[in-house]
């Protein structure tokens, strides 16, 4: 549909609103990366969906500014300065959250491109194939099959991805744990 102005009022419709959430939500994450690179600046959001989710989104994690914001009391280098073992521990968690967040991120990503396959595969029956199969000529039966393969290929593909993400972060919660 592409972009155009819309009005700032309330959204009535249950998955226009999810969707609306969906997409602001994402950009204002961005928005929060961007500013934390750029500023080399501490960023904690976290944002409720309408369904009452948590979303939480922080650099270099959204629990280290949480609470550095609950502890404000102290002094801004706390971690760093009150010894060995908590300064490994901060950059430790620093690190599993890091690779948190980016494995949140590749899941919305994939989220986004499961989406945009499942419109591909939506829009490509409708073009040719929106008759009986029996119906189809050779030709465009191995045209067919090869545009199946061809999906099962890239649904496996994000099967192994997800997977491995999934495995990452089953991995980086076990050592956050311990």
Known sequence: MGRRKIKMEKVQDTN?????????RSGLFKKAAELATLCNAEVGI?????GNKPYPYGSPCFDLVAERYNNESEDS?????SGNGRRNRARQEKRICNRLNSIM???????KRGEDLQNQLETA??????????????EELKEYEDKMMNMHGM??????QMQVSSTLMLLSMDTQNN
């Open 16 to 24: 226009t609103k999810q969707v609306t959430f969906s997409k602001r």
């Open 77 to 81: 280098d706390s971690c760093e300065t």
């Open 125 to 138: 029956g409708e073009e040719k194939f929106d008759k009986p199969i029996e119906d189809l000529s050779l």
């Open 105 to 111: 991120e590749q899941v919305e990503a994939e989220k």
């Open 46 to 50: 976290l944002v409720f969906s309408p």
């Open 155 to 160: 649904i496996q593909s994000n099967i192994s």
